[in-house]
């Protein structure tokens, strides 16, 4: 169990700008989760996917924010045209059933200038 | 909806004392609930969880929660606490069929004096 990566650690961009971010899950995992968390608040869901379907997606994933998990494997997350509200912790989960707790990844620290 | 209530933002104990934080959910069925604790710039990691069964469920690093369905809570505690324990505290509700789909508290800060 070499547990959840997330790569890279820190991004700091400009606000208009593209940004992408990978995580990759414990390998036995089928499920893959996508969180963002704000200074002061909780991990709040964004997306998740089983295998390489995407079978949920908050509300709060604007049209500028697309998920994928090609092979349901890794995945990747990306920010189109960033603005300063997209400044963030974007954190990334596996788990391995239904009913299994999430495993957590040290996250992606994203500022918007 | 469900939600998470964590009503203390800070806590402050001293070493060797013990500890009981808060969470108060709400949840239209059965829940999946869990504890989970993050240390500053850090992913978090799960110290216990409840699905059914035993009220009074036991984690890793000494902590014990118990599952009050009356009051809807779901109380973290230890009964002496370390200063490595300093961190924050989430408590998190799963959905019945997703458990990883999960809403989370706010966190509770908790401080250790020597």
New interface residues.
């Given amino acids: 169990d070499t547990g959840?990566s997330q790569d890279p650690r820190h991004k700091i961009t400009k606000r208009g700008q593209n940004v992408t971010f990978r995580c990759d899950p414990i390998s036995e995992h089928n499920?893959l989760?996508w969180y963002r968390q704000t200074l002061?608040?909780?991990?709040?869901?964004l997306t998740?996917f089983q295998n390489e379907a995407q079978l949920?997606k908050s509300r709060l994933l604007s049209d500028r924010f697309s998920a994928e998990r090609p092979k349901g494997s890794f995945s990747t997350l990306e920010i189109q045209r960033t603005e300063q509200g997209d400044s963030a912790m974007y954190?990334c989960?596996s788990?391995g059933t239904?009913?299994?707790?999430?495993?957590?990844?040290?996250?992606t620290?994203l500022t918007v200038t | 909806a469900q939600s998470?209530t964590q009503p203390d933002i800070h806590i402050t104990v001293s070493e060797g004392a013990s500890l009981e934080l808060r969470c108060n959910y709400s949840y239209g069925a059965t829940p999946?609930l869990?504890w989970?604790v993050q240390s500053p710039?850090?992913?978090?990691?799960?110290l216990l969880?409840y699905?059914s069964g035993d009220t009074l469920v036991q984690g890793i690093k000494g902590f014990e929660a118990e599952f009050k369905r009356s009051q809807s809570s779901f109380n973290l505690r230890k009964p002496s606490v370390h200063w490595s324990d300093a961190a924050e505290y989430?408590c998190?509700v799963?959905e019945w069929?997703?458990?990883?789909?999960?809403?989370?508290?706010?966190?509770t800060t908790l401080t250790v004096k020597p």
């Fill in positions: 959840v499920r989760y002061g608040q909780g991990p709040e869901f998740y949920e954190l989960a788990s239904a009913n299994s707790p999430l495993h957590f990844g040290n996250g620290r | 998470v999946y869990f989970y710039g850090q992913g978090l990691q799960l969880k699905f989430f998190a799963g069929t997703n458990a990883g789909k999960s809403t989370f508290g706010d966190g």
